[in-house]
């Protein structure tokens, strides 16, 4: 078994990657044939150390089911393993006495009657499987074990195995009559082994630290590894703690998932980095002053007093919020919504809304840095101003997106798929018809004019 996987145990913890399903009878024992009776997870013998090497290496007993006879299905008797000790001693030219011999069976069973009467039980059911029509199954006569598929007549298909677990059909038809049948367990289309001798493909595993849903090890993908291991080293921020604190309690598993439709990377830095509480102001130091850059405020500057100032929450976010409402968009004039982009007790802004808010919140982060590179008083109105700019050419560049989709597919795809979808058709600063013209709120377009005529602004 591999470093870092850990089976279905009966009361065991074990740390590691993954940890498989731990429920009652079938699914909790499933596969334990193939385990390991000295080193499994779900149980090991309490062997003296002579006894279990000499079952492992004399008698070959390295799995469970070696325990159990594989024509009755019961645990051996104390005849049968007289007879294996005599058959493997014989073979191995060693001679012991007969108190040797009685000593060393009575240990035997008495390991053998430490296996837990569930992983008994569900050995004996897997023998009792049913059979239907194209199942793979292992034949299994005296010592040969022949890879088969089940016909529709109840007759078998042989199959070749290739280097790589792919069958193929020889062609040749087998009776079942005299062979016993053993389930095989595949990795998708490919054969790995008899049900009897493979327990973790068998068994369904989760990985343990995150408790996400049971598949079985074939399911497993890169994609799927990749994003339940990163969501099990994820933390909540500390920020929450210190936002719940000053602004009460907020949305959070919502907050982190806020994104825009307009807004690039670029634009969510600033506004994501307030919400983690990691954004630089001047109270971090590295100026002459602490002070806030607005004019007529002397407070000290740090990530709370950017959306909760006076001066900036009259010059900059009451418009911000004003055109927002003009436009349609939810907003609200609180420092909760302004930090962290809550607008009730458990919800918080669309997308639409949150493009806004990530634009805004990156231009006066960028007012904020030139004020104190250029030691001058904060323009909040050329930071509105440019807000408006930056949205206007985020809303065109949406609609010019679509617009390209649509003239890259129509004579690539069938007619149905190179239309846009009706969900991203009509919004609330641009509405587009199917073949992707747009028009763009004339709200906005009102807004942007009337910034221009009385602003100068560097875009």
């Not at 009361?11 to 024992?29: D, M, P």
């Not at 493997?88 to 007969?98: A, K, N, P, Q």
């Not at 058709?425 to 709200?443: A, Y």
Request: positive net charge; aromatic residues 8%; hydrophobic residues 35%.
């Amino acid at each position: 078994m591999g470093k870092g996987l850990s089976p279905l145990g009966d009361g065991a913890t074990v740390q590691g990657l993954l940890s498989a399903r731990s429920t009652e009878w079938e699914e909790e024992w499933g596969g334990i044939a193939a385990e390991s009776p000295w080193h499994g997870h779900r149980f090991q013998l309490d062997a003296h150390y002579k006894t279990m090497q000499y079952c492992k290496n004399t008698l070959k007993i390295l799995r469970v089911s070696d325990f159990i006879d594989a024509a009755t299905g019961q645990p051996f008797d104390r005849s049968a393993w007289e007879r294996m000790v005599d058959k493997f001693e014989r073979r191995d030219g060693i001679h012991h006495s007969d108190d040797w011999k009685l000593r060393t069976i009575t240990r035997i069973r008495r390991l053998q009657d430490q296996i837990p009467a569930r992983a008994v039980h569900e050995m004996q059911r897997v023998r009792m499987h049913d059979i239907h029509d194209r199942m793979r199954v292992y034949m299994k006569k005296k010592k040969s074990m022949q890879p088969a598929e089940i016909r529709p007549d109840g007759k078998l298909n042989a199959i070749w195995i290739d280097a790589i677990g792919v069958g193929h059909e020889t062609g040749e038809i087998i009776q079942i009559r005299g062979r016993r049948l053993i389930p095989a367990v595949t990795w998708g289309t490919r054969w790995v082994a008899p049900l009897d001798r493979d327990f973790v493909g068998e068994a369904e595993w989760r990985i343990q630290k995150v408790g996400s849903e049971y598949r079985r090890m074939s399911e497993f993908t890169i994609r799927i590894m990749t994003r339940e291991i990163t969501c099990a080293r994820m933390v909540a921020p500390a920020s929450e703690a210190v936002w719940n604190e000053k602004l009460g309690t907020c949305p959070w598993k919502k907050i982190w998932k806020i994104r825009g439709i307009y807004s690039t990377p670029r634009d969510e830095i600033p506004w994501l980095k307030l919400q983690h509480r990691n954004l630089w102001v001047a109270k971090h130091g590295g100026h002459d002053s602490d002070k806030c850059c607005a004019h007529g405020c002397n407070e000290v500057e740090n990530q709370e007093h950017l959306g909760k100032c006076p001066i900036i929450r009259e010059d900059f976010w009451r418009r911000i919020i004003r055109i927002m409402r003009i436009l349609g968009l939810e907003a609200e004039n609180t420092d909760k919504f302004i930090i962290t982009g809550t607008t009730g007790p458990n919800e918080v802004l669309g997308r639409e809304s949150a493009s806004v808010m990530f634009i805004a919140w990156r231009c006066l982060y960028a007012e904020i840095v030139g004020a104190r590179t250029e030691e001058r008083n904060l323009r909040l109105e050329s930071a509105y101003a440019r807000t408006i700019g930056m949205l206007l050419g985020r809303v065109k560049a949406h609609g010019y997106k679509w617009r390209r989709w649509v003239l890259r597919n129509r004579f690539k795809q069938p007619l149905v798929k190179k239309v846009i979808p009706q969900k991203h058709q009509v919004k609330k600063l641009i509405s587009m018809d199917l073949q992707g013209n747009g028009t763009i709120c004339k709200r906005l377009l009102d807004e942007f004019q009337n910034v221009r005529r009385h602003t100068t602004y560097t875009r």
